[in-house]
Antibody, heavy 118, light 111 residues
Framework: EMQLVESGGGVVHPGGSRRLSCAAS????????MHWVRQPPGKGLEWVSR????????IYADSVRGRFTISRDNAKNTLYLQMNSLRVEDTAVYYC???????????WGQGTLVIVSS | QSALTQPASVSGSPGQSITISCTGT?????????VSWYQQYPGKAPKLVIC???ERPSGVSNRFSGSKSGNTASLTISGLQAEDEADYYC???????????FGGGTKLTVL
């Protein structure tokens, strides 16, 4: 059974940094595009970033470009999101997602909460 | 403000059918058939229920169906059940620099 488990959430001050991880299992990780999607508490979903299976292609939402970096280690079956220059509006549950090859977000992790607050 | 527009809430009685609309633009919903729908229970991760406008992933009940006309996509749930009470989000691939956009979500109440 495939599984995605995020970690790394917590409280961080504005302007600070945080790295999220997503451990993947139950499928051939390197074969899949992966995404990060976030959801502020009580609000809707926002796509954040996507990375190709071999990490040769990455892309970001306008709201995080230049501050966030997506990466992966296929030997460790792990996806990362390095978040720098964090803002209060980055407070959200961050979900790691396996791409569905149909332009959809097929399989979701349980999410990890990042709170940006002074 | 979300890129795609959904009603904040809809409701229906058990056994009835409801439809949730998702209105975008000619850059997203109107341009591609890459519209998907997600069901989310409180405190849980979203779950894909419809992809590519009208395709049901394996394991999703055939009570869920999707369609699209112009810049508006729709999710229909027939034979409403208590377990369908949840938040529903639409999403579309887009030609803008932010590749995917979501709707603001619709809370479905089963009366």
């Amino acid at each position: 059974e495939m599984q995605l488990v995020e970690s790394g959430g917590g409280v961080v001050h504005p302007g600070g940094s945080r790295r999220l991880s997503c451990a993947a299992s139950g499928f051939t990780f390197s074969n899949y595009w992966m995404h990060w999607v976030r959801q502020p508490p009580g609000k809707g979903l926002e796509w954040v970033s996507r990375i190709k299976g071999d990490a040769s292609h990455v892309i970001y939402a306008d709201s995080v470009r230049g501050r966030f970096t997506i990466s992966r280690d296929n030997a460790k079956n792990t996806l990362y999101l390095q978040m720098n220059s964090l803002r209060v509006e980055d407070t959200a549950v961050y979900y790691c997602i396996r791409d569905g090859d149909r332009y959809d977000f097929r399989n979701w992790g349980q999410g990890t909460l990042v709170i940006v607050s002074s | 403000q979300s890129a795609l527009t959904q009603p904040a809430s809809v409701s229906g009685s058990p056994g009835q059918s409801i439809t949730i609309s998702c209105t975008g633009t000619s850059s997203d919903v109107g341009a591609y058939d890459h519209v998907s729908w997600y069901q989310q229970y409180p405190g849980k991760a979203p779950k894909l229920v419809i992809c590519e406008v009208s395709e049901r992933p394996s394991g999703v009940s055939n009570r869920f169906s999707g369609s699209k006309s112009g810049n508006t996509a729709s999710l229909t749930i027939s034979g409403l059940q208590a377990e369908d009470e949840a938040d529903y989000y639409c999403s579309s691939y887009t030609s803008t620099s932010t590749l995917w956009v979501f709707g603001g979500g619709t809370k479905l109440t089963v009366l």
